[in-house]
Antibody, heavy 118, light 107 residues
Framework: EVQLVQSGAEVKKPGESLKISCQGS????????IGWVRQMPGKGLEWMGI????????RYRPSFQGQVTISADKSISTAYLQWSSLKASDTAMYYC???????????WGQGTLVTVSS | DSQLTQSPSTLSASVGDRVTITCRAS??????LSWYQQKPGKAPKLLIY???SLESGVPSRFSGGGSGTEFTLTISSLQPDDFATYYC?????????FGQGTKLEIK
């Protein structure tokens, strides 16, 4: 089965670091871009950035540049989203999604809920 | 980076109704537009790509149209499962922005 499986929900304190994951299976992971999307509570969808796992070419939405790091380990078909110092405003659901050859996103992970609270 | 504006923000309708959601782009994006359905606590689901192509497995009551700067998503006869939030997304230019969403509610 072709799927993206994300790591589980996290509860963190402000200032802590975090790395969440997105593992692809059932397809050649290195052939497709993987993007990350933020959805804050009760709000819409925002693209954060995207990575090509084969060579780790990464692009960030300007508003997220320097705030998060996107990476990938192609040996285990996994993409990552990480923070070095979380803020309460990072509380959100985070989705990974696979960009198809047509440019649209037909395959999504189930989402990882990140809660940052003191 | 083309901005997308959806209308209406909220739509109240009944089972069996025909509904249309509009998505307007701030600059021409050709046909590089997709539509997603999202239910609470779930990931978005692709419905339409390239403005009017129906994703495999999606019921034929969903259809998309338009090109350039104005696009539509039409549901021909609403079913109970269709009450959800709908987003358009352009992928003509990075980063592929989303519209703000349209919540489809039961009247």
């Amino acid at each position: 089965e072709v799927q993206l499986v994300q790591s589980g929900a996290e509860v963190k304190k402000p200032g802590e670091s975090l790395k969440i994951s997105c593992q692809g299976s059932g397809y050649t992971f290195t052939n497709y871009w993987i993007g990350w999307v933020r959805q804050m509570p009760g709000k819409g969808l925002e693209w954060m950035g995207i990575i090509y796992p084969d060579d780790s070419d990464t692009r960030y939405r300007p508003s997220f540049q320097g705030q998060v790091t996107i990476s990938a380990d192609k040996s285990i078909s996994t993409a990552y989203l990480q923070w070095s110092s979380l803020k309460a405003s990072d509380t959100a659901m985070y989705y990974c999604a696979r960009r198809g050859s047509g440019g649209y996103y037909s395959l999504w992970g189930q989402g990882t809920l990140v809660t940052v609270s003191s | 980076d083309s901005q997308l504006t959806q209308s209406p923000s909220t739509l109240s309708a009944s089972v069996g109704d025909r509904v249309t959601i509009t998505c307007r782009a701030s600059q021409s994006i050709g046909s590089w537009l997709s539509w997603y359905q999202q239910k609470p606590g779930k990931a978005p689901k692709l419905l339409i790509y390239k403005a009017s192509s129906l994703e495999s497995g999606v019921p034929s009551r969903f259809s998309g149209g338009g090109s350039g700067t104005e696009f539509t998503l039409t549901i021909s006869s609403l079913q109970p499962d269709d009450f959800a939030t709908y987003y358009c997304q352009q992928y003509n230019s990075y980063p592929g922005t989303f519209g703000q969403g349209t919540k489809l509610e039961i009247k």
